[in-house]
């Protein structure tokens, strides 16, 4: 970090150094420090995509969902096939309960990369929310057939048969979950 900020010393115009600087402070937790170099960034380079999406995940890590997708929604406008930002602004979809912009965002996200369980995953976690659990268990079945081992899906898809009322198969997935995080252990 020390190296980023002698390069702002140097040359405050570096919009390289400011980016560094921000990623350091980010995967350090300093989400304050992290969102003023990446603002620094995004004044100096008003076009670059990267600046408002590492900006968002900042905000994002903070829990200020709003800032998060105002940034990310900058970053698709700048950069449409930018696959990852569609998928953060998704999951703060899901945390501000708007599971019909979280479910537009994976929906485009797996366009984009479409053998990711994750982006399945998540869907299915929206339409489950949302209260759609045949969508949920069709998206969990996707993401399992992708990702054999995805504890998470096998949970996901457990309660969603639950709540259709398929115990059969609620306890077949339970049991997968349990079986797996048991050997991630």
């Given at each position: ?122 869907r299915g976690v929206s339409y489950q929310d949302k209260g759609d ?27 969603a048969y639950r709540r259709i009322g398929n115990d059969d198969a609620?306890?077949?997935?339970t049991a997968m979950h349990r079986r797996l995080k048991a050997q991630?252990?």
């Amino acid at each position: 970090m020390a190296d980023y900020s002698k390069a702002i010393e140097l040359d405050p115009n570096n919009t390289k150094a400011y980016h560094g600087r921000g990623n350091s402070y980010g995967e350090k937790g300093d989400h304050d420090a992290a969102i003023a170099d990446y603002t620094k960034f995004i004044e100096l380079d008003p076009n670059n995509a990267e600046g408002f999406y590492n900006r968002g995940v900042s905000y994002q890590d903070k829990g200020d969902h709003d800032a998060a997708i105002a940034d990310y929604t900058r970053a698709i406008e700048i950069d449409p096939n930018a696959a990852y930002t569609y998928y953060n602004r998704g999951i703060a979809y899901i945390y501000k309960g708007d599971y019909d912009a979280a479910i537009a965002d994976h929906t485009k996200f797996i366009e984009l990369v479409p053998n990711n369980a994750k982006g399945f995953y998540n869907r299915g976690v929206s339409y489950q929310d949302k209260g759609d659990h045949d969508a949920a268990i069709a998206d969990y079945s996707k993401a399992i057939e992708i990702d054999p081992n995805y504890t998470k899906a096998y949970h996901g898809r457990g309660i969603a048969y639950r709540r259709i009322g398929n115990d059969d198969a609620a306890d077949a997935d339970t049991a997968m979950h349990r079986r797996l995080k048991a050997q991630s252990q």
